[in-house]
């Protein structure tokens, strides 16, 4: 179990990190549009990451 837990914290950083390296300025202003949000857009941007994460996670195992 510990295995495959590290296993996908690993793919998180890679996958994080590829917006930063791709497009710094991108990935810039993605970060001030998200300071500009409210709790509440955070919080259901969160969700939505969260629900397209167990879904995609559910269809593909």
Same mark, same amino acid.
């Given at each position: 179990?510990?295995?495959? $837990?590290? *296993?996908?914290?690993?793919?998180? $950083?890679? *996958?994080?990190?590829?917006?930063?390296?791709? /497009?710094? =300025? &991108?990935?810039? @202003?993605?970060?001030? /549009?998200?300071?500009? %949000? =409210? =709790? @509440? &857009? %955070? @919080? $259901?941007?969160? %969700?939505? /990451?969260?629900? *397209? &994460? $167990?879904?995609?996670?559910?269809?593909?195992?």
């Amino acid at each position: 179990m510990w295995n495959e $837990l590290l *296993i996908a914290l690993a793919l998180m $950083l890679v *996958i994080e990190g590829v917006l930063p390296f791709l /497009s710094p =300025d &991108g990935f810039r @202003r993605t970060l001030v /549009s998200m300071i500009q %949000l =409210d =709790d @509440r &857009g %955070l @919080r $259901l941007a969160g %969700l939505a /990451s969260m629900l *397209i &994460g $167990l879904t995609l996670l559910y269809w593909v195992h």
